[in-house]
C-alpha cells in the first residue's frame, strides 16, 4: 500500500510540474531550452528558501526527477559543501552534486551518437 | 473590406481549428507524471536493495538518463516528445535527450566541433546558468554566515 501510495504521490506532483511547463510552452514564447534553464534557476530558489526540499520530502523521484529537483539539488550541494569546506564550496557544491547527472548524460550520449545512426531527415 | 487589426484578430480566430491545449496539458501531466511514477520505482527499489536516500537518488537520475538515451538512439523518445511536449521535456529525461540527440544528429559534421560541441547547445545553458545560480546561493551563505 505504501509503495502504491508514493508512485500515486509521484506521479500526481511530477505530472502538475510538467503541466506547468506545458501551460509555458503553449501560452508563451518560452523555447524548450529557456524551460529548461529557468525550471533548473527556479529550482536552485526553492531549494535556497527551504521550499523545494519539503516537496521532496512529500513526492520522492515526483519532486526530484523534474529539471527543478536537479536545481535543488545544486543548492544542496552548495549548502553542504560551505559547510564543509567553507569558501571553497561556493564554487565547488553545485558541480559536485550535479557530477554524477552530467557526466552520466555526456558519457550516455556520446557512446550512444557512436552506436546509433542518425534518423532519417524525412 | 476594411478590418481593424482588432476585429482581423477576431475574424482569425474564429475560423482556426480549436486550440488542442486541453489535450496537450493531459498528455504532459500524463507523460511526465509517468515518467516520475518510474523514477519513483527505481528509487524505491535501490532503497529496498539497501542505498541510502542519496545514492537512491542519484541512481534514478542515471537509470532515467540511461534510458532516455538509449530511447533517443532507438528514435523512440523524440516520437513520444512529440506527443507528449513538456511531458518529456521537463524531467531529467528531457535533459537527458537535449543531449543525446544533437550529438546523433551533428555526427556527420565531425566528432569535436559537430558531436561534442552540440552536446551542449540546450545543456550548455543549463548548467551555466544553473551553476551561476548555485554560486550566487553559496555566497550569500557563506558572506551572511548561515551554513
Redesign the interface.
Known amino acids: 500500500m505504501d509503495v502504491l501510495l508514493s508512485l500515486l504521490k509521484a506521479f500526481l506532483v511530477g505530472g502538475a510540474l510538467c503541466a506547468v511547463g506545458q501551460i509555458l510552452i503553449d501560452r508563451t514564447k518560452l523555447t524548450p531550452a529557456r524551460i529548461l534553464t529557468s525550471y533548473v534557476v527556479i529550482g536552485v530558489l526553492l531549494g535556497a528558501l527551504g521550499i523545494y526540499p519539503k516537496l521532496v520530502e512529500f513526492a520522492g523521484a515526483g519532486a526530484s526527477v523534474p529539471l527543478l529537483g536537479f536545481g535543488n539539488l545544486l543548492a544542496k550541494g552548495v549548502r553542504e559543501a560551505v559547510k564543509a569546506d567553507g569558501a571553497l564550496g561556493i564554487l565547488t557544491g553545485g558541480f559536485t552534486a550535479a557530477a554524477a547527472g552530467i557526466a552520466a548524460a555526456l558519457f550516455f550520449s556520446l557512446v550512444a551518437a557512436l552506436v546509433f545512426k542518425p534518423k532519417e531527415k524525412g | 473590406m476594411k478590418m481593424t487589426p482588432e476585429e482581423y484578430g477576431r475574424l482569425a480566430q474564429k475560423a482556426s481549428p480549436p486550440?488542442p491545449?486541453g489535450k496537450?496539458?493531459l498528455?504532459?501531466?500524463?507523460?511526465?507524471?509517468?515518467?516520475?511514477?518510474l523514477?519513483?520505482?527505481?528509487?524505491?527499489l535501490y532503497q529496498w536493495l539497501g542505498a541510502d536516500e542519496e545514492l537512491a537518488?542519484?541512481g534514478?537520475?542515471?537509470t532515467?538518463?540511461?534510458l532516455a538515451?538509449?530511447l533517443?538512439?532507438?528514435?523512440v523518445y523524440?516520437n513520444l516528445a512529440k506527443h507528449a511536449?513538456?511531458?518529456t521535456?521537463?524531467?531529467?529525461?528531457?535533459?537527458?535527450n537535449?543531449?543525446?540527440s544533437p550529438?546523433?544528429?551533428f555526427?556527420?559534421e565531425g566528432f569535436i566541433l559537430g558531436?561534442g560541441a552540440k552536446?551542449f547547445?540546450?545543456?550548455g545553458?543549463?548548467?551555466v546558468?544553473?551553476?551561476a545560480?548555485?554560486?550566487l546561493?553559496?555566497?550569500?551563505?557563506?558572506l551572511f554566515r548561515l551554513?
Open positions: 486550440s491545449m496537450n496539458l498528455m504532459a501531466f500524463l507523460c511526465g507524471g509517468g515518467i516520475c511514477a523514477g519513483e520505482g527505481f528509487r524505491l537518488a542519484a534514478v537520475s542515471v532515467l538518463i540511461f538515451v538509449l533517443t538512439g532507438l528514435n523524440d511536449g513538456a511531458g521535456l521537463v524531467p531529467i529525461t528531457g535533459f537527458a537535449s543531449v543525446a550529438a546523433l544528429e555526427k556527420s558531436l552536446m547547445i540546450i545543456a545553458p543549463v548548467i546558468y544553473g551553476t545560480a548555485s554560486i546561493y553559496g555566497l550569500v551563505l557563506w551554513y
